[in-house]
């Protein structure tokens, strides 16, 4: 009976290192399978569709990405939006779609960067008991460490794959000095390897900068004031993304199309507009990005 058990468990551990030596990684598997089991999961395959019109991670396959770094797209800009309340007329994920209007005219602009998911879920207030914005139900808030954590994971994931110019801009306040502390600390752990930079000049326009509303002629010094967590520029930002995040046909057909005394109501106009704060917006980042990554000589 021993010597039966003995051969049972030679057995056993034969198969199963067996078993290892077939399952042993190739250096080329990529693409979420084995080069063995097809060309398109092998590191060196060529891409066999044509480059895609995007700037979005998320929208990439595995090989678009590949390809992308190989052609010198090695900064990436992760962008931190939030879920919060923004009054009657706007989405709890107002700065989540500004955001995906405004990452994607910076990475353009800039011609060498890519676009991570925007990181929709941040530091709100605190949970319990509720502060802050959390005392208004809809939003979803993180920890402050948890918030650090994960940005420091998506990084530290991105500078795996080969990027070197990590990019943090927040469209929310209560965001900032997250994504500054995650810069600061991956930048001194990297060592001159890649640099993770914060621009707080996304978030909030140096003075002096132009005011294009205004310039417009769209917005003055005498025009009223709602009192809500909401104006003119983010509710135009968000249309560009998307008119039903600011409930644009509902408050046309009830003819409240309005913000602080600027109308939304002609939809083709106000895209016109919206397209103007995005881009100066963008311009005005991509210029600052450009800079911070001269300073650090990547």
């Known amino acids: 009976m021993k010597t039966a058990a003995a051969l049972v468990a030679m057995l056993m551990v034969t198969t199963a290192v067996s078993a290892q030596e077939r399952q042993a990684p190739d250096r080329r598997d990529m693409g979420g399978g084995r080069c063995e089991a097809n060309v398109y999961n092998c590191s060196d395959t060529p891409n066999p569709l044509p480059a895609v019109d995007t700037v979005w991670l998320e929208?990439?396959?595995?090989?678009?990405?590949r390809d992308a770094l190989g052609a010198g797209k090695t900064t990436v800009i992760i962008p931190t939006g939030g879920i919060e309340p923004n009054g009657p007329w706007l989405v709890t994920?107002?700065?989540?779609?500004?955001l995906r209007a405004n990452c994607d005219a910076i990475a353009r602009d800039l011609g060498n960067a890519i676009c991570?998911?925007?990181?929709e879920l941040v530091p709100e207030g605190q949970i319990e008991p509720p502060s802050g914005h959390m005392r208004s139900p809809g939003t979803l808030s993180l920890r402050q460490e948890t918030f650090e954590a994960v940005l420091t994971d998506v990084a530290n994931s991105l500078k795996m794959h080969g990027f070197t110019r990590i990019i943090f801009i927040g469209d929310s306040g209560g965001n900032r000095r997250g994504m500054e502390n995650v810069a600061t600390a991956l930048s001194a752990r990297w060592a001159g390897d890649a640099t993770a930079i914060h621009i707080p000049e996304y978030y909030r326009a140096p003075p002096g900068t132009p005011n294009v509303l205004r310039d417009l002629g769209v917005t003055r010094d005498d025009m009223p004031d709602d009192g809500l967590h909401?104006?003119?520029?983010?509710?135009l930002n968000m249309m560009l993304d998307d008119p039903r995040s600011v409930r644009w046909a509902e408050r046309v057909a009830t003819r409240q199309a309005v913000i602080n005394g600027v109308s939304i109501a002609d939809l083709g106009h106000a895209l016109e507009l919206a397209k103007r704060v995005s881009d100066a917006r963008a311009t005005r980042t991509a210029d600052v990005i450009r800079t911070r990554i001269a300073e650090r000589g990547l």
């Open 59 to 65: 929208e990439m396959t595995w090989m678009d990405v």
């Open 93 to 98: 994920g107002k700065h989540n779609y500004v």
């Open 116 to 119: 991570a998911p925007v990181m």
């Open 230 to 235: 909401d104006n003119a520029a983010i509710t």
